[in-house]
């Protein structure tokens, strides 16, 4: 039947002799770009609608793409941190799906018992192979980014620096250096042509006696810079006395690699861009070399150290040091290990750069957004000022600062209303119901209580927006309020995660190894300067955004040339 339509032989030869003619007379410029044309045509009907009939949580509620290229990113990226996936949730519920690079989807959640649940299974939800790579490059193959059996292994020897007894002992490292931050702060404010270099000029109304326009992130910065290789692994830095080439370098890549710039998109999705030699790969090449070029000095003094104590039996060789490295040393060391579990010294130099990145702004951010609430609330600032005035001791213990209810108040809210991480993205690595606490309505009207997911999907968590939560921290959820934490029934319900019922320290085996490191830092450090300034808001009263690169960082509306900042008014109080 159908052969009765055809063209009869002859004439589909004659037709095909005169198309293929035609390609051939054709330039070539013509033929390139019909090829061209087809391909597109083919990838763009793939990746857009085929996919997303074939796309097995498409039922999931959404926003419609705001970008057809690159989907919702832009839009996430050019609002203030966590916003725009509020209002998604505001809208759809806390499960829903958006829009990655051309046409590929993601799905993005705040819902307590997903996000429990990809804490819980951590090899099955890792972090995606481009942030992986990026990540790798700065920092090379250390806890934050290896997944499975070397992540295991890794963390196995690195768990015994972070125990609570071990982080006591770090504590007078903390205070050296807060008090270090107090003397620059104060030789600041004494200074009467003092001019922060890291803030824009002050304006007329900000030049205020008695007190000085200071960007406070910075030194924040370079404090925990400090702190970290202090503690972490007996090394001065000196960033707060003179800064540092090595952390400069480190700092310069993070910011690079923070950038949104079109290279770095393509390299996310073509990982043979890697060996181009770019500005971002060379300065994430220079970074790790630095970083892990201290970690190996520091091992290799660490180890002479040890063979002059011990020279007869290296694996006596326990008492070295009470940092992060000399603990790592140490159970790196023990009988019980296997030789095939231990790290070798790459490996650990690797730590090393992780600590760099992953103890240093994180912290030091959080006490930035601390600070910034303390100034917005001045109340609360003199009241916990008051409290920290009652231990007669200018060095507390961990113990005496832990006895401090409003304190521990205090970085608790900072920390639930402001995680310095705020998100993060997991690739799954096999089939999975993910299941909801909360149902969505679906786009066909029926109700979703679990989510299908398989292999290579991404999936992104919003720490903020659970800790941000109205059902688990009442109506007034996106207040400061520190005195939330003493009303009965607040958390009104569960919420996962390592510490205080938030989630900013995620949960499950790949929680923030730092966490209890991080706090009794945030305490001291805050002892130290409420206890010699007062922090408040420029006068001019710029308007204070946050944007999120990985981590939260704090910028000043208009002001972006700068960079990162948060400039407060800083003023010595009368002693
Ligand atoms: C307020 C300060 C801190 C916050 C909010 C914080 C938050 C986090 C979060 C959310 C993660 C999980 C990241 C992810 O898997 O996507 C993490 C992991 C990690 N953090 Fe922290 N962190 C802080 C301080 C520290 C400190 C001081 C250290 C080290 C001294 C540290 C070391 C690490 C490491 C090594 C990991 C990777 C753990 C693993 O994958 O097993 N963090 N942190």
Not at 550 to 563: D, F, K, R, S
Request: glycine share 6%; with cysteine.
């Amino acid at each position: 039947m159908s052969d009765s339509f055809a063209p009869p032989a002859a004439l589909r030869t004659l037709q095909m002799d005169s198309l293929l003619g035609a390609l051939t007379d054709a330039p070539r410029w013509a033929i390139y770009s019909i090829a061209a044309a087809v391909a597109l045509t083919a990838i763009l009907l793939y990746r857009y609608p085929y996919r997303e009939r074939t796309l097995h949580y498409r039922n999931l509620p959404g926003p419609a793409s705001s970008n057809f290229l690159f989907g919702d990113f832009p839009k996430v990226q050019s609002h203030p941190t966590g916003r725009v996936m509020q209002a998604w949730f505001n809208e759809y519920g806390p499960t829903v799906r958006a829009k990655l690079l051309l046409g590929d989807n993601l799905i993005v959640t705040a819902d307590t018992t997903a996000m429990g649940f990809i804490m819980q299974h951590a090899d099955h939800f890792i972090k995606p192979p481009a942030q992986t790579r990026m990540i790798t490059r700065l920092l090379g193959h250390g806890l934050l980014n290896v997944n499975f059996d070397t992540h295991r292994r890794q963390r196995r020897v690195l768990n015994p620096a972070f125990h609570p007894d071990a982080i006591r002992e770090m504590v007078p490292h903390m205070f050296t250096k807060a008090y270090e931050l107090r003397d620059k702060l104060m030789e600041a404010c004494a200074d009467p042509d003092y001019a922060d270099p890291e803030t824009a000029a002050p304006r007329p109304e900000d030049v205020v006696a008695g007190a000085r326009k200071v960007n406070m992130n910075k030194y924040l910065i370079n404090t925990t810079f400090d702190v970290i290789g202090l503690a972490g692994f007996d090394y001065d830095f000196g960033c707060l006395r003179e800064g540092n080439h090595i952390v400069t370098t480190f700092r310069n890549a993070m910011s690079e690699l923070q950038r949104l710039t079109l290279f770095g998109v393509l390299q996310q999705m073509i990982p043979a861009l890697d060996i181009i030699p770019s500005k971002r790969n060379k300065l994430a090449d220079l970074a790790r070399m630095g970083t892990s070029g201290v970690g190996r000095e520091c091992i290799a003094r660490k180890r002479r150290e040890m063979e002059s104590l011990h020279k007869d039996d290296l694996s006596k060789g326990t008492f070295v040091g009470k940092d992060l490295l000399s603990l790592m040393l140490k159970a790196n060391m023990a009988k019980d290990l296997l030789p095939r579990d231990r790290l070798d010294d790459t490996e650990m130099a690797y730590q090393v750069s992780t600590f760099i990145l992953a103890g240093s702004e994180t912290t030091s951010n959080s006490l930035t957004w601390t600070l910034y609430r303390l100034a917005m609330h001045l109340d609360v600032q003199q009241r916990l000022r008051e409290e920290l005035d009652t231990l007669p001791t200018d060095e507390p213990s961990p113990e005496q600062l832990n006895t401090l209810p409003y304190l521990e108040n205090v970085i608790h809210e900072s920390l639930r209303l402001d995680p310095p991480v705020p998100e993060s993205m997991r690739m799954c690595t096999e089939d999975v119901m993910l299941p909801l606490h909360t149902p969505v309505k679906g786009r066909d009207g029926t109700m979703i209580d679990s989510v299908p997911m398989k292999k290579g999907d991404m999936i992104i968590t919003g720490y903020m927006q659970v800790n941000h939560n109205k059902d688990i921290w009442g109506p007034d959820a996106d207040r400061f309020n520190p005195d939330r934490f003493d009303r009965p029934g607040i958390p009104a319900r569960k919420a996962p995660g390592t510490w205080g019922n938030i989630t900013s320290f995620n949960g499950g085996n790949r929680n923030c190894i730092g966490y209890r490191f991080a706090l009794a830092e945030i305490k001291a450090i805050l002892f130290v300067l409420l206890r010699h300034f007062q922090f408040e808001m420029l006068p001019s009263s710029p308007t204070i955004t946050a944007k999120n690169f990985i981590i939260m960082l704090p910028w000043v509306v208009g002001e972006e040339n700068v960079g990162s900042q948060m400039p407060l008014m800083v003023r010595p109080l009368e002693q």
